[in-house]
């Protein structure tokens, strides 16, 4: 049987321990021996990040020079139109084949901006999504009619997500971390400490660049 597959993308503005920490966890909760990590280029939905693209790769790349679960996928960067999930992973679907079981990890905050995003009842037809906790954020729709379409595809069964191709909403119960990269460019432009929000080898690069820092 072909093993799951698991893609995790973001904007990664910067990467922290509240991207790296859950997916490690819920790897280990579902049985995921990798994930592909892929930063956006052009985010649909939110301003153009404060760090270009290739400091935003660099970063996930020293995020996960240690840690073999994770890999980094550049597709999105070699676009210069708007990184929408659903073209991605259709793409990645003709690239697999039909049957190879494929996921998409999100946040809980993701999930509930989710039927905003581009043809998004399309994303189910290509792969899973896998959705971590955060705190401060509901784990319920809130139009009725996106709850049902939330009920309609939840599972709590793993062997599904391994045998299924696509299709299922995958609640995790990973513990919360309750950092952002906003709180953490908010700080960093406050000269406050972020040692433990994020791997040290990231936060050296961003001293070195003078990232998120605009002071006088
Ligand atoms: N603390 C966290 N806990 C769980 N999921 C998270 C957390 N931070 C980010 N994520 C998830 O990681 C993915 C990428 O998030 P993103 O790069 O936008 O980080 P962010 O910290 O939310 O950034 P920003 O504060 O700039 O909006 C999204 O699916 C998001 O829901
Ligand atoms: O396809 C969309 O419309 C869409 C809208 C918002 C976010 N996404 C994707 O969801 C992931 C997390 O987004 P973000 O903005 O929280 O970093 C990232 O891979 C984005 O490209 C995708």
Same mark, same amino acid.
């Given at each position: 049987? =072909?093993k799951l597959q698991a893609l995790f &993308?973001?904007?990664?503005?910067?990467i922290?321990y #509240?991207h790296l920490k859950p997916v490690e966890i819920l790897a280990n909760q579902i049985g995921l021996s990798r994930v592909i990590i892929m930063?956006?280029?052009?985010?649909? *939905?939110?301003?153009?990040?404060? =760090?270009? +693209?290739?400091?935003?790769k660099?970063m996930v790349e020293l995020a996960i020079a240690d840690k073999p679960l994770f890999v980094l996928d550049e597709?999105? !960067?070699?676009?210069?139109?708007? /990184?929408?999930?659903?073209?991605? %992973?259709?793409?990645?679907?003709?690239?697999? &084949?039909?049957?190879?079981?494929?996921?998409?990890i999100? &946040?809980?905050? /993701? !999930?509930?901006?989710?039927? +905003?995003?581009?043809?998004?009842?399309?994303?189910?037809?290509?792969?899973? !999504?896998?959705?971590?906790?955060?705190?401060?954020?509901? %784990?319920?729709?809130?139009?009725?009619?996106?709850?049902?379409?939330?009920?309609?595809? %939840?599972? /709590?069964?793993?062997?599904? !997500?391994?045998?299924?191709?696509? #299709?299922?909403?995958?609640? =995790?119960?990973?513990?919360?971390?309750?950092? /952002?990269?906003?709180?953490?460019?908010?700080? %960093?432009?406050?000269?406050?400490?972020?040692?433990?929000?994020?791997p040290e080898a990231v936060?050296?690069?961003?001293?070195?660049? #003078?990232?998120? *820092?605009? &002071?006088?």
């Amino acid at each position: 049987m =072909a093993k799951l597959q698991a893609l995790f &993308g973001g904007t990664f503005d910067p990467i922290h321990y #509240g991207h790296l920490k859950p997916v490690e966890i819920l790897a280990n909760q579902i049985g995921l021996s990798r994930v592909i990590i892929m930063p956006n280029n052009v985010p649909p *939905h939110r301003p153009q990040p404060e =760090a270009t +693209s290739e400091q935003r790769k660099l970063m996930v790349e020293l995020a996960i020079a240690d840690k073999p679960l994770f890999v980094l996928d550049e597709r999105e !960067l070699r676009r210069d139109t708007p /990184s929408f999930t659903a073209d991605t %992973l259709q793409e990645w679907r003709a690239e697999q &084949g039909p049957d190879q079981p494929l996921a998409f990890i999100i &946040g809980q905050d /993701s !999930l509930l901006t989710f039927p +905003s995003w581009h043809r998004y009842e399309t994303i189910l037809d290509n792969a899973h !999504l896998l959705v971590t906790r955060r705190p401060g954020y509901p %784990l319920t729709m809130q139009h009725e009619e996106h709850q049902y379409w939330l009920d309609k595809h %939840l599972t /709590s069964n793993i062997e599904e !997500l391994h045998n299924q191709p696509a #299709g299922k909403i995958y609640l =995790a119960e990973t513990p919360w971390f309750d950092v /952002s990269a906003t709180l953490i460019r908010e700080r %960093l432009e406050n000269n406050e400490p972020c040692d433990e929000m994020m791997p040290e080898a990231v936060l050296n690069y961003i001293m070195q660049q #003078g990232l998120y *820092h605009h &002071g006088a």
